[in-house]
């Protein structure tokens, strides 16, 4: 009798493990570069987010086989994950759109599980950050070079109009600026860097407070230089909708990371430049 009881002990014990299945464990891999402090800031804001295990690695450092989920901060990065590895899921962030459309285009990898974050901002959101703001303003101007990866951008709707100006090199961006004073009422900076570098930037705001002709930056930094406004996602906005996908791709395995602009962005006024330039403005909420 006893012998019997112990029999049956076991087989319901072992019926219970059976029926107890351990969770997966949650490991994200992300690759960084280790001497870039703008990285190493999103990876700590990441894992003070995240319930997951983030695993870092340097983007020149052998990846090994633990965890299935990737996530590639940066141009090089999403190259280097992109063009070498296989049978993982990749998200890609801190990238500009245009990048990133270059990157996949050019990869021989399938791209069945690929997905971004970018880092820069749709044409709409840096519009309507105009026409919120600042109401006076409706010619806008748009400098880029020949050979820009950005998107053409066009308004939306009929109270603003866009103005396009191609340039060579950066001479041509400094004698356009009377002919565009003529016809525009701001200019809307792009990610072009042969327009817009740390050899340029400064004539180019010179010029700018010059003509009382303000330009609208596509960042924070910018701002601080000297442009008007931004509108912009910071490490906190980026790594807040990166543990958003997380939390998305672990809930549920067959999950389709997709490519999107930031759903979270911060907006920078600079105010002295405001004043000086003396451009009318509607109330402003939710800027710095």
Known sequence: ??????????????????????EPEKIATLIINKESR??????????KKTTANINIKHFTDT?????????????DACKMVLESVKNRDILCTLIPSFEFSRLTKNSLRQKNNIGAIYID?????RLALLKENFPNIKNIAVIKSASSPTK?????????????????????????????????????????KLVYNNKTIRQI??????NKLPIFGFSKSFVKAGAVA???????NLTEETKEVIDSYFSNRKYILKSKHPKYYSISFNEQVIQALSIPTSKRANGE
């Open 1 to 22: 009798m006893k012998k019997g009881r112990k029999l049956l002990l076991l087989m319901l014990t072992v019926m219970n493990c059976n029926l107890t299945f351990a």
């Open 38 to 47: 703008l990285h190493n800031a999103f990876a700590n804001s990441l894992k």
């Open 63 to 75: 990846l090994n086989s633990k965890g299935q989920f990737l996530i590639a901060l940066g141009n």
């Open 121 to 125: 901002q749709p044409n709409s959101r």
């Open 152 to 192: 053409n951008i066009t308004a939306d709707n009929h109270t603003m109009s866009i103005n396009s100006y191609t340039v060579k090199n950066s001479q041509e961006i400094f004698k356009l600026f009377a002919h565009i004073k003529e016809k525009n009422d701001a200019i809307l900076a792009t990610e072009d």
């Open 205 to 210: 705001l010179l010029l700018s407070y010059r």
């Open 230 to 236: 931004s509108v912009y996602s910071s490490i906190e």
